[in-house]
């Protein structure tokens, strides 16, 4: 409702001692003055700008006679103050303009502005008058008053000695004798036919009073703690007529405020509690409505800590009321009780360092223009003496602070209730909650707002549903679109009165003292009255509300004297020529619109239904408004001034099924009547003969007139309903939404048969529930389950100033109050009390049609978590537990699984008993989400297995859901399962395994691609110095970090139970050919690949069907078939003599695997850097026969060795991409040779051939891959299949030159002999594609039959695999490139004859120390 904003503003007051401070403040009835009392001063300041006036100052001599003034009440016209003193005088002034000045303060503006054209009433209103004080009348009563309350004419005052005056505010008391308050009857109740007890006893006296216009009568306080309201039974005012009733509970009250809109009285208590009691309408005794008290929940050490109540104040549209306590501190409530705000914790009571403040006392406050500003006299206690003392030096001299709020439009325009924006008013601004209008979209209707269209015709009520914002427009984001309201409108027309948005958030007319404005969102731009004269004659009375393009609202016109309704249309200028005007008879008090009706509630008690429609004559476009309907409601309304708002709604006690005439169902049903917090209902009256639309002209519709008023709540402050109609979302939309302050909310919800099945008579047909929320609400999105609301931030700045800084004290002393947007979901309260009320067919109805909202999940798991937390921590046994009934209800939702996990998950362990008792043992959960796929939801569940069983059971469960990860590729769970694994294992509780701490220092953050080859360096290689550099030939013990890792504790039966797993999985992707996955698989959990494939070359890794392996792989790659060419012309580069760099260094990284589930939650893990040296054979491709290699080798290694000449690292992706592309452009560049190359259009039409025929790059990168991997573990024939897929003769070369050169298994060579003949076969039926490429290999062929024959197997050699060459990784940085790419280049050139085993290059390299230069190495080698 009420909102602080920002700082406090200091008004100071004129320097005098200290005894002159003023300690008290009162507004005037208009709130435009204010008087200020000090103990010999008077002084009254103007509103805006926030001015002294005049101050009037006692003379010493009198000043002792009077004793110090005390306090003051203004005359309702505010023409005279009255003052009370110490010793019992009452001092009358008047205020007279002052003779010579009539304005104390002007405003100045530029020459030529616009302001200075001379309008009527214009400087009045900008301009503070100058005003004179004159003391008329001096009173003297005799006993020291106590309390003054101005009632119409007269000033009742209360005095010391018991008596009550009356007096005439000419200072007369007209003959009438003062009241004893002894002889006044008081009882409990009104009936107890005038026999009360008298206060019997002589000391009793009115310590506070103030008089209820609506209740015609005074709450007092006695000064011995009871309270009381006295009432005249008649006119007359006198002892005879005069009768009390009390409450018998209440002995410590000290102070009291009255609400005339709701009845209400607020007595504050010692106990610093406030207790808000109303007077029951038939007996008329006072019935406790709410207290409101700080609860220990949010303030828990508040116990006797605030003193009693000092002051009550209602604001003055009597929605909140401000409570200051003796001990210092603010608090903000609603009408019925909600809290707004309290000063006493947060950044307002401690600083940001922690230590407490002391809370500011407040000596007396006043409410400001509209509740805008409230004006505070501080007082500083003094027991608190050095902070006294400091604040004194720092606020020099005496000052009033201003407190400003920004409030919630409802408060004064509750027809804004059917709208689902969040509206704010403040002084000079408005806040709203939709976004830019610009770029509002629209979920809910297919067609983008119609209405955006300036000045289009139709009506949104013509598709019988209105549109409504998008909920990201609505939610959004926390910050409010601030609209600064039009500053040439403020000035005349200072304070806003009442602010209205349109339906679709994009235009908002607000209206102040006089006339109204209006603002466009979309343009940006405000649109006032061109003639001022019409703005200032009108004064708008009830209100305005939006209609379409049309703003309707309720005036009074000064010129004319007279109450009309008037209709403006948004597009036309602001004219009253362009405005339809209807008179009415009585002034209208409220008003709103319902679809195409207006109704109006007047001062004479009678509610009006308009009709309204769009009219086009001519240019002009207006709406014409007719009368359908008049309802005297003066029966039931005591004063028209209760009633708090009216609405049409659609609601009715029936839900539309029962009806004779379904199609009424959505009409203007029943009136919503809000009378001081009771919410009354007038339905239709449908007992009568019902006559159908189509007999009468629907012009002349006759409407059926209304039953009498039924109450339907108490406590109401505002009420929520649409006009909308949604088949799915009936439940929501039909429903009536209350706010009831304190106690929450309710929701009267319709309640609909199954299947439209025939409801049971004896049940109704709508229920009211009621919920709590945690925010106030604002506005309610009905079909979005939500609540908006805002709420009160604050911002400490006192780390800004040191204590003692004098410097902008109140800034440091107050936060700095900032409004913030927030919403609620309410949709699990309403399920929750449908299920306690046993109607889980309609909570189930009702949660169907909501579950396609983005947050149902978490509605159930908020349902299942607080019903949890209530049972399970209850202290009785409950006798009829809720929780059963919650899961169940649950478990028709496909999401019920996840609710139980994660709301399970976020409850303490000690609860999980009882939460499984009644959802279902874990481990059956367990398997119903392996059974429908959620591995994730499985594996929160494991969590809870591992806590709630055994280890054997959860290492049972962990191994069925890690295999199922791994048969689904989920990599990241596949991880988590193998480090939980672990974790059972070696006895942790789920406890990350150490993570390796030896780190490659310039290793690329997210690179992990080079992690696993089989032979590593022990060290890095930046920091191990060249003497000590020596290689380490780990083959069946890789020593990545993983391997590392496993190598640690490869005892540990855990670990070796991962393993037998992990290679199954790797020998059941072998089998069924799925080389893609496999890779996936080694790339993504650090599988040791090539160890694992040199154990199983035999078994596992051996292709038993070459064609079906090479169909495989076309289709998991999308490989396209090769394609014999139209033109089959012999081509030079078909024997691949020529063909140039194309293949360099396109692809040594798993990074194509890694790629496909990206996850950066692997270690940075050292890595190996094998990789480099085992891609030259299969692309330096030059033929074998060639005589050049020696200078080949010397031409393209030059560039590479001054590229990598200032790197250190090789394991990063982005240098060998760069490097590939920096060969790929100099290659032909480089060598003598090749400098000269013409192609024919016959070899550019090959080469396009064969560019259609390579599948897609990332194919191709991780294809080589995997042939440089079953190169290094020697599955030659899976190589030989990849070199086919790829038709690179040199791949197929190199393998054969390698199966004749070394010892190689007899049984493979047979294989690879047997699947190539299979594949040559397959080629001339069914591709012929590929028989041009089998024609360049078949010498190779040839060759390899002769040695199956054979047999040659030499013993010279240790079995070496191509490939297998040790890195160098030296210190020096320019060798990282060069001699890794000679490594491996001997083997394929040195055309079989010498072959350098390993052990013999592990030799070589040990003896030469030094960094040797590309010369000397080739030389080494060959």
């Not at 029936?654 to 919503?672: C, F, H, V, W, Y």
């Not at 999985?1065 to 496999?1078: F, G, P, Q, S």
């Amino acid at each position: 409702m009420y909102f602080l904003s920002g700082w406090p503003k200091r008004l100071l007051c004129p320097l005098g001692s200290p005894a002159e401070a003023p300690f008290h403040v009162q507004s005037d009835p208009q709130r435009a003055f204010f008087a200020v009392l000090a103990p010999a001063r008077l002084s009254i300041w103007y509103s805006r700008p926030s001015v002294l006036i005049v101050t009037y100052k006692e003379p010493t001599k009198s000043s002792t006679q009077f004793g110090s003034y005390k306090q003051t009440e203004w005359r309702p016209d505010s023409t005279m103050i009255a003052v009370s003193t110490a010793h019992g005088y009452i001092l009358f002034f008047h205020i007279t303009s002052a003779r010579g000045e009539k304005y104390l303060y002007e405003p100045v503006y530029p020459k030529g502005s616009p302001q200075m054209k001379g309008t009527p009433h214009f400087k009045e209103e900008q301009c503070a008058p100058a005003l004179n004080l004159e003391m008329r009348k001096i009173l003297d009563l005799q006993a020291p008053v106590t309390s003054l309350q101005s009632v119409s004419e007269d000033l009742l005052v209360a005095t010391s000695d018991g008596l009550l005056h009356l007096i005439h505010w000419e200072g007369m008391t007209n003959g009438r004798k003062a009241i004893n308050l002894c002889t006044v009857p008081f009882s409990v109740d009104l009936q107890s036919s005038r026999v009360g007890s008298f206060l019997g006893f002589a000391d009793v006296y009115i310590r506070d009073m103030e008089y209820c216009a609506t209740l015609d009568g005074f709450a007092v306080v006695f000064n011995d703690g009871k309270v009381g309201f006295i009432t005249p039974v008649s006119s007359r005012f006198t002892a005879e007529q005069l009768h009390g009733v009390w409450p018998q509970d209440v002995v410590d009250g000290t102070c009291v405020a009255v609400n005339n809109k709701y009845r209400l009285m607020a007595f504050g208590c010692a106990s610093g509690s406030v207790q808000v009691y109303t007077i029951d309408n038939t007996t008329g005794a006072m019935l406790l409505s709410h207290k409101l008290e700080l609860t220990a929940k949010q303030y828990p050490d508040i116990w006797n800590k605030t003193g009693a109540v000092k002051l009550v104040r209602w604001s003055p549209d009597n929605s909140v009321v401000i409570v200051t306590w003796e001990y210092g501190g603010l608090s903000l409530w609603s009408v019925f009780g909600a809290q707004l705000i309290c000063t006493l914790g947060g950044d307002f009571a401690y600083r940001s360092d922690g230590t407490k403040k002391d809370p500011l006392k407040i000596n007396s406050m006043s409410w400001g223009a509209e509740g805008y500003h409230l004006w505070v006299i501080s007082g500083f206690g003094s027991q608190h003496n050095e902070i006294e003392s400091d604040f004194r030096s720092i606020i020099k001299q005496p000052s009033i602070l201003l407190f400003q709020f920004i409030k919630s439009v409802l408060t004064v325009n509750p027809c804004m209730s059917n709208q689902e924006q969040v509206l704010l008013q403040g002084e000079d601004r408005l806040y709203l909650n939709c976004g830019e209008a610009s770029q509002t979209q629209n979920p809910r209707s297919s067609s983008a707002h119609s209405q955006h269209k300036l000045g289009q015709d139709r009506s949104p009520f013509a598709d019988g549903g209105l549109e409504s914002q998008s909920l990201s427009t609505l939610l959004g984001h926390r910050h409010w679109h601030v609209v600064q309201i039009s500053s040439t409108y403020l000035e005349s027309n200072w304070p806003i009165r009442f602010s209205a948005i349109d339906y679709l958030g994009q235009n908002i007319a607000v209206v102040g003292k006089f006339g109204f404005a209006h603002y466009s969102l979309l343009t940006k731009k405000w649109k006032l009255f061109g003639n001022i004269t019409q703005e200032q004659n009108m004064i708008v009375t009830g209100g305005l509300a939006w209609w379409n393009d049309f703003m309707v609202l309720a005036c009074y016109n000064m010129s004319d004297h007279q109450e009309e309704l008037r209709v403006y249309l948004r597009t036309s200028n602001l004219d009253n020529a362009f405005a339809h005007v209807t008179k009415t008879q009585a002034e209208t008090l409220l008003l709103s619109v319902f679809r195409d009706m207006i109704i109006v509630f007047r001062a004479d008690c009678s509610i009006c239904l308009y009709s309204i429609e769009r009219k086009s004559d001519g240019p002009n476009t207006t709406a014409g408004i007719q009368v359908l309907q008049e309802v005297s409601m003066s029966r039931y309304i005591p004063h028209p001034f209760l009633v708090v708002s009216v609405t049409l709604t659609s609601v009715s006690t029936e839900n539309g099924i029962t009806l004779k005439m379904p199609q009424q169902a959505r009409d203007a049903e029943s009136i919503m009547l809000n009378l001081a917090g009771q919410l009354i209902m007038m339905q239709r009256d449908r007992s009568g003969p019902q006559i159908r639309e189509k007999d009468s002209n629907p012009n002349q519709r006759k409407l059926l007139p209304f039953c009498p008023p039924v109450v339907l709540a108490q406590s109401v402050e505002n009420v929520w309903t649409t006009c909308r109609a949604n088949k799915q979302k009936r439940h929501l939309l039909e429903a009536l939404w209350l706010s009831c302050g304190g106690a929450g909310m309710k929701v009267w919800l319709p309640l609909f048969p199954r299947d439209h099945r025939k409801p049971h008579s004896f049940l109704s047909q709508r229920i009211m529930l009621p919920f709590h929320i945690n925010i106030y609400p604002l506005a309610v999105l009905f079909e979005d389950a939500l609540v908006l609301g805002a709420v009160n931030d604050t911002l400490p700045y006192d780390s800004l100033y040191t204590r003692n800084s004098a410097r902008e004290q109140l800034e440091v002393y107050f936060p700095f109050c900032v409004v913030e947007r927030t919403s609620q979901i309410y949709l699990h309260h309403i399920l929750r009390q449908l299920l306690v009320r046993n109607l889980g067919e309609q909570a189930l109805l009702l949660a169907q049609s909501c579950a396609a909202l983005p947050y149902f999940p978490h509605v159930l798991e908020l349902m299942l978590h607080e019903v949890l937390e209530e049972e399970a921590t209850s202290r009785e046994p409950i006798p009829d537990p809720l929780l059963p009934t919650v899961a169940k209800f649950i478990t028709e939702f496909p999401l019920f699984l996840q609710t139980v996990v994660h709301c399970a998950r976020k409850t303490e362990y000690a609860l999980w008993n009882y939460l499984f008792a009644a959802v279902g043992n874990p481990k059956d959960l367990f398997e119903e989400c392996l059974m429908a796929q959620d591995l994730d939801t499985a594996a929160s569940y494991l969590i809870i297995l591992q806590n709630m069983e055994v280890p054997a059971v959860s290492r049972q469960h962990a191994t069925l859901l890690f295999n199922t990860a791994l048969e689904q590729g989920k990599w990241d769970l596949c991880r988590h399962m193998i480090r939980f694994l672990k974790a059972i294992g070696s006895g942790e509780s789920e406890t990350p395994p150490s993570t390796p701490t030896a780190q490659e220092p310039s290793s690329s953050g997210g690179f992990e691609f080079f992690r696993n080859r089989s032979i590593s360096l022990s060290q890095s290689a930046e920091n191990v110095p060249p003497s000590k550099f020596s290689l380490q030939k780990t083959l069946s013990m890789p020593s990545g970090p993983s391997g590392k890792r496993w190598s640690k504790d490869s005892d540990c039966a855990e670990n070796m139970y991962i393993d037998m797993m992990l290679w199954r999985h790797a020998r059941r992707l072998l089998e069924d050919v799925r080389l893609k996955d496999l890779g996936c698989f080694a790339a993504q959990l650090g599988f040791e690949l090539i160890s694992w494939l040199c154990k199983e070359r035999t078994r596992a890794a051996r292709v038993d069907n070459f064609v079906v392996a090479l169909k495989r792989l076309h289709k998991d790659f999308l490989w396209p078939f090769p394609i014999i060419p139209a033109s089959s012309i012999s081509s030079p580069f078909k024997n691949g003599k020529y063909r140039t760099g194309e293949q360099l260094l396109k692809s040594q990284s798993a990074e194509p695997f890694l790629n496909l589930e990206i996850d950066a939650g692997i270690p940075n893990i050292q890595r190996s850097q094998s990789w480099l040296g085992n891609i030259g054979p299969t692309h330096h491709e030059v033929d074998t026969a060639s005589s050049q290699g020696p200078q080949m080798q010397d031409a393209f290694l030059s560039p590479l060795s001054n590229k990598a000449g200032d790197e250190c690292s090789i394991g990063s992706a982005t240098d060998l991409t760069e490097s590939s592309s920096m060969v790929d452009g100099d290659w032909t560049m480089v060598d003598e040779n090749f400098s000269t190359l013409s192609l024919t259009q016959s070899e550019l039409e090959h080469i396009s051939m064969e560019l259609a025929s390579k599948g897609p790059h990332k194919s191709q990168v991780q294809l080589r891959y995997l042939l440089h991997i079953f190169m290094e573990a020697g599955c030659l024939d899976w190589c030989i299949v990849i070199g086919l897929i790829l038709r690179e003769s040199s791949i197929i070369n190199q393998i054969l030159v390698i199966t004749q050169s070394s010892e190689v298994d007899g049984e493979m060579l047979q294989n690879i002999k047997t699947g190539l003949h299979a594949v040559d076969r397959w080629a001339s039926t069914d591709c012929p594609g590929y028989k041009p490429f089998l024609n360049i290999i078949k010498p190779q062929l040839q060759k390899l039959s002769e040695i199956t024959e054979e047999q040659v197997q030499p013993d010279a050699f240790q079995p070496v695999t191509a490939g297998k060459t040790p890195e160098q990784t030296s210190p020096r940085a320019e060798e990282s490139r060069s001699s890794s790419s000679h490594g491996s280049i001997p083997q394929g050139e040195l055309t079989g004859t010498s072959v350098v085993s390993r052990k013999e290059e592990d030799m070589t390299r040990a003896q030469e120390e030094e960094p040797f230069q590309d010369g000397t190495y080739d030389c080494s080698v060959s």
